[in-house]
């Protein structure tokens, strides 16, 4: 069980190793190359817009950097939404986009939340020279962690009376993923179910976190920085849809084998990204 447990921390990053072929997009609801443009335009019709990521990815990091102008140079109010941060860390996200801490300051607190500065350091100088709000979504590791090894009744009162209920309320689509994920390291079925639970919490509590956002600030288009696991239109998004109606989108980069045309279509995200590693999009 130790071994699914620290395996969440990494899963759902990603669905696998990414290559990709030429940089364009495609729109997995009409079924056809699209273009940035494009793309862009149906974008500001949204209120939430989730862009994923392998975390290590520079070229994927360089994506989420360019919806996140092009909806901010086109005039929208845009904020940022990040799994990297957790609630605990609003204070500092506020104090970033201020300019009242300078990058090394900053720097050390992002790896108290996060890990891979570098990655992320362009969209966090982009957001606080344009003075984009960063909106903290995730919780404590901890409170994932102990779900996946006990199951969600394992929590605390306390605990729980900060999160969300946690049952493993999900498609069939999202077992089998999951069950992938895993690859075998569940012994029994109990150890599936904390997984999932596990799994619906961290989704679930972003989903909440975000929503609170949105409530707040309704004019506003959050651009939420996830792995493809939470991105997805079973992750994130359909936790938010439980809660409201919501208009969202979600943009997945290719990943070979994984999230490619062969392997996603418009169940599991609105556009799949491809090339994000060897150009811009357009």
């Given at each position: 069980m130790k071994r699914i447990t620290i395996g969440l921390l990494l899963l759902f990053s990603s669905f696998g190793m990414s290559i990709s072929a030429a940089a364009h997009s495609f729109n997995l609801?009409?079924?056809?190359?699209?273009?940035?443009?494009?793309?862009?335009?149906?974008?500001?019709?949204?209120?939430?817009?989730?862009?994923?990521?392998?975390?290590?990815?520079?070229?994927h990091h360089s994506a989420q950097l360019q919806v996140i102008k092009a909806l901010r140079e086109g005039g929208g109010e845009v904020s940022i939404g990040l799994e990297m941060f957790r609630q605990d860390g609003q204070d500092a996200l506020d104090r970033w986009v201020r300019g009242e801490l300078d990058e090394f300051e900053f720097g050390e607190i992002f790896q108290q939340h996060w890990s891979n500065w570098h990655a992320y350091r362009e969209i966090f100088i982009y957001?606080?020279?344009?003075?984009i709000p960063l909106i903290g979504l995730n919780i404590p590791r901890e409170f994932v962690n102990q779900v996946a090894r006990e199951g969600f009744a394992s929590l605390s009162e306390a605990q729980r009376a900060q999160l969300p209920i946690a049952t493993c309320n999900v498609s069939p689509e999202y077992r089998k993923f999951i069950r992938r994920a895993l690859h075998g390291h569940a012994d029994n079925e109990r150890d599936f179910e904390h997984f999932c639970e596990a799994q619906m919490l961290w989704d679930a509590s972003m989903a909440k976190n975000l929503e609170s956002y949105l409530v707040a600030q309704p004019q506003r288009v959050v651009v939420v920085l996830a792995g493809n696991g939470h991105s997805w239109k079973h992750g994130i998004p359909e936790q938010l849809a439980r809660r409201g109606s919501y208009r969202t989108r979600v943009l997945l980069p290719e990943v070979h084998g994984r999230i490619d045309l062969q392997h996603i279509d418009s169940d599991d995200a609105d556009y799949l990204l491809q090339g994000v590693e060897v150009g811009p999009l357009h």
């Open positions: 609801n009409t079924q056809d190359v699209t273009t940035f443009a494009e793309i862009v335009a149906d974008l500001r019709q949204s209120q939430a817009v989730f862009v994923g990521e392998m975390h290590g990815e520079t070229g957001a606080r020279d344009e003075q």
